[in-house]
């Protein structure tokens, strides 16, 4: 394996750990929000909406 | 000080604090039954190299545009978050083993002995230990330093606190001259969690164009609902039928 594919690997097990799921729902989130923020109307309440949701999936994901 | 400013101190205080117990249990196995002078050579190359990397980083990050970098600085802090949160809510509900400092000073030190025995000069095995630990444990740390202290443009701020956890840390590291068995780790790293999760939120949503009513003043808000919302998840996941528990863990 070469050292790229590896440091590569080390990043993404450091900032996204064992729930890649959890991060890619952190994206949607982020995109949404820039999406209804684009149209103009108020979206500061994707994230706090969405965060818990993505923290209770994760933990019974866990919990299985 | 801004309050942004506390919670950025307060944050990497937190953190940096229960990495250092981590690392000084790693440290304190290898100088006890090896090397003292090898392990604190292997420490203070570790924390040269985390301090070039903060160096580094630190106006490399601050150079990018505001909304660019709160939108990534608070998607990073909240993956992040989230991962320190989950764990802490899974040792909380018994699901996750605790972190035990005596069992893993133990550990350290069988495998120190194991190793051979300490020659009079330079030790390689202490020095490589003490090195990997406060490397790896700190790297979680310099991360948090450069994406609180970037977004806030205030990286010196963030290293002063981290610098000032690790001196507490080692100031009662040699009082007790043991491992710090009694510190709180898994509170301390909840609390971590539910910063970086709250910051995550406030600029993830900020750097992605929108606009918080109250402003700054939403983060007053936002935290304490983070908390709240966690602490119920503690109880939700304890209570869950599903939930499989680690046998003898404290619940």
């Not at chain 1, 959890?22 to 929000?33: D, Q, R, S």
């Not at chain 2, 350290?108 to 009079?120: P, V």
Request: charged share 15%.
């Amino acid at each position: 394996m070469s050292s790229i594919v590896r440091a590569a690997r080390a990043v993404w097990e450091f900032v996204v750990g064992d729930d890649p799921w959890t991060a890619l729902g952190v994206v949607v989130a982020l995109g949404a929000t820039a999406i209804i923020a684009g149209a103009g109307a108020p979206a500061w309440w994707v994230m706090p909406l969405a965060v818990p949701v993505l923290l209770g999936l994760s933990l019974r994901r866990a919990a299985r | 000080m801004s309050g942004q400013e506390v919670g950025l101190a307060v944050s990497v205080f937190l953190a940096c604090a229960v990495e250092a117990v981590e690392a000084l249990t790693i440290v304190l196995a290898v100088g006890v039954t090896r090397s003292w002078r090898s392990a604190l050579t292997g420490v203070g190359a570790a924390t040269l190299v985390l301090a070039v990397i903060v160096a580094a980083l630190g106006p490399a990050l601050t150079a990018l545009p505001i909304d660019v970098l709160r939108v990534v600085v608070g998607g990073l802090l909240l993956v992040f978050g989230l991962q320190w949160l989950r764990k802490a809510i899974l040792r909380y509900a018994g699901l996750k083993a605790l972190h035990d400092e005596d069992k893993e000073f133990a550990s350290e030190t069988d495998a120190a002995r194991a190793a051979g025995k300490a020659g009079a000069g330079f030790d390689g095995y202490s020095f490589t230990i003490a090195f990997k630990g406060v490397l790896l444990e700190g790297l979680e740390v310099a991360f948090i330093v450069l994406t609180f202290g970037a977004s806030q443009h205030n990286v010196g701020l963030a290293a002063v606190a981290a610098a000032v956890a690790i001196a507490v840390v080692v100031l009662a590291g040699v009082l007790v001259r043991a491992p710090l068995a009694r510190v709180p780790e898994n509170t301390m790293k909840f609390c971590v969690g539910v910063m970086l999760t709250s910051f995550g939120i406030f600029w993830g949503a900020e750097g992605a164009g929108a606009s918080w009513p109250g402003g700054d003043a939403a983060l007053l808000v936002i935290i304490p609902g983070v908390a709240l919302a966690s602490i119920g998840m503690v109880r939700w996941i304890r209570r869950a039928p599903a939930a499989r528990r680690v046998v003898g863990e404290p619940a």
